[in-house]
């Protein structure tokens, strides 16, 4: 079976983490207990989790140009992600994220520096990328003009597309209705949902949601389903959501069944919080 091909568009972050017993408060000094600077941004997150669960990953985006945006492209090539899509964005910082991690979850600050470039200019010299697509990933890191372009392109192009509307942010019913699946978590689907006037029912098919270490749900015949995950010992959780839509997309793309799909998006998930770090602990195929 050849490849499946997925393209993401989206964002490319640095990650700066912070290790934690104790969040300060307001005015008020802690004392963290480690530091590490590593590769994220949602896009980059699947892009990386595709490519290392056997997809053809293109990635579409922007870094700035300093010398996390270098780094942040040869993570890209040493993963087997094709960069060809990525600009680097003069006189502009690469995008970064500020992670405080404590009691085993995390808080996170949103720098988006070259992502803020990702335009509908970039995203259409790539145009023939999408077309040729299996799959398209996108998140809301970047424009929501540029979003609403590549569903565009998608829609014309017949290419099923995934919504991840993280973080979350209103987007019209024709654009809901273009995605072939929406996969928010269990907050924001509460927050993307209580934005609209008319409600959930249309979009129950289309739903798939992440609920943490309760594993996901999907609806079939109107009635929402829950399929748990494995047990694991969670070291940190960032990333663990971009594990599962990336490993969703690589077995939808794969011909697999929704609940399938599921299952292996919880167990890929499940292996990647094992270690600090979005991409750090995002698995290879073979270990599921």
Request: proline share 4%; glycine share 10%.
């Amino acid at each position: 079976m050849s490849k499946p091909k997925i393209t993401i568009v989206g964002s490319i972050n640095m990650d700066l983490i912070t290790v934690t017993d104790q969040v300060a408060n307001a005015g008020e000094t802690v004392a963290g207990t480690d530091f590490e600077t590593l590769f994220g941004g949602k896009g980059a997150n699947q892009a990386v989790a595709a490519s290392r669960l056997g997809a053809d990953v293109s990635m579409i985006g922007k870094v700035g140009d300093d010398a996390f945006g270098s780094e942040m492209i040869k993570n890209f090539e040493e993963n087997g992600v094709d960069t060809s899509g990525i600009a680097v964005e003069g006189k502009t910082p690469s995008g970064i994220a500020n992670i405080i991690v404590s009691d085993d979850d995390n808080r996170i600050i949103i720098i988006a520096g070259a992502n803020g470039k990702v335009d509908k200019m970039h995203v259409d010299q790539y145009t023939s990328v999408i077309k040729d697509s299996d799959m398209v990933l996108l998140q809301f890191e970047i424009p929501m003009d540029t979003i609403r372009h590549t569903l565009d392109i998608c829609k014309k192009e017949n290419v099923p597309v995934i919504i991840n509307p993280a973080p979350v942010a209103e987007l019209e019913r024709e654009y809901l209705s273009a995605a072939t699946y929406i996969t928010p978590n269990e907050h924001e689907r509460v927050r993307l949902f209580k934005m609209r006037e008319d409600g959930l029912p249309e979009y129950y098919e289309k739903l798939i949601t992440t609920q943490g270490d309760q594993g996901a749900s999907y609806f079939k015949d109107g009635r929402e389903i829950m399929i748990p995950p494995k047990s694991v010992d969670v070291v940190d959780t960032t990333g663990a959501g971009d594990t599962f839509n990336a490993a969703f997309a690589v077995g939808i793309a794969e011909g697999m069944t929704v609940e399938d799909a599921i299952y292996l998006a919880n167990d890929a998930a499940g292996l990647a919080v094992r270690k600090l770090g979005a991409q750090s602990g995002m698995p290879m195929r073979e270990e599921i």
